[in-house]
T-cell receptor
Framework: SQTIHQWPATLVQPVGSPLSLECTVE??????LYWYRQAAGRGLQLLFY??????ISSEVPQNLSASRPQDRQFILSSKKLLLSDSGFYLC??????????FGPGTRLTVT | SQQGEEDPQALSIQEGENATMNCSYK?????LQWYRQNSGRGLVHLIL?????REKHSGRLRVTLDTSKKSSSLLITASRAADTASYFC????????FGAGTTVTVRA
């Protein structure tokens, strides 16, 4: 079965610092991968999705970027964090029938 | 993108009661999905209903879809404390578009 790992689980970073969040998946190959952000008490906002190595589509113009250096690795980055980047970041992969499977998430607090 | 909107925003029920929440969307869909999120955790896929289906069951969950009204409902029967969570509907084409969710609290 498919497993999604995310780390770190929690992160507190000062404004202006860089960011790197990692997502790795097991039990599948060539998955479609997604990064979402969830603000407190809100729904999910799709940030990026990837259909393969080096292929990234951005949904929302922002301070973040994503990369997919390996088939089962998806990285979310920022050069300089803003306060508004705080939130719960979720990585997901697509199943065979449009459903998505989510990782445990990373809670980012920018101070 | 087509965003689902859940109603009500919050729901509090007694253990053993049924919980019903609704989802409305704006344009034609291929399918609609429901997810559950326990506090501070990732989302868990509950059920997918295709546009040509009207009703679907999974355990204590019942989902209906009315494409003429562009709406769906999720019914949780005989609720348990473990059903306390936020529930999201999502419409999909090549990506999912989520609503803000319904927060369900089941009181013991």
């Amino acid at each position: 079965s498919q497993t999604i790992h995310q780390w770190p689980a929690t992160l507190v970073q000062p404004v202006g610092s860089p960011l790197s969040l990692e997502c790795t998946v097991e039990g599948t190959s060539n998955p479609n991968l997604y990064w979402y952000r969830q603000a407190a008490g809100r729904g999910l906002q799709l940030l990026f999705y990837s259909v393969g190595i080096g292929q990234i589509s951005s949904e929302v113009p922002q301070n973040l970027s994503a990369s997919r250096p390996q088939d089962r690795q998806f990285i979310l980055s920022s050069k300089k964090l803003l306060l508004s980047d705080s939130g719960f970041y979720l990585c997901a992969l697509a199943g065979e029938a449009y459903e998505q499977y989510f990782g445990p998430g990373t809670r980012l607090t920018v101070t | 993108s087509q965003q689902g909107e859940e109603d009500p925003q919050a729901l509090s029920i007694q253990e053993g009661e049924n919980a019903t929440m609704n989802c409305s969307y704006k344009t034609s869909i291929n399918n609609l999905q429901w997810y559950r999120q326990n506090s501070g955790r990732g989302l868990v896929h509950l059920i997918l209903i295709r546009s040509n289906e009207r009703e679907k069951h999974s355990g204590r969950l019942r989902v209906t879809l009315d494409t003429s009204k562009k709406s769906s409902s999720l019914l949780i029967t005989a609720s348990r404390a473990a059903d306390t969570a936020s529930y999201f509907c999502a419409t999909s084409d090549y990506k999912l578009s989520f609503g803000a969710g319904t927060t369900v609290t089941v009181r013991a």
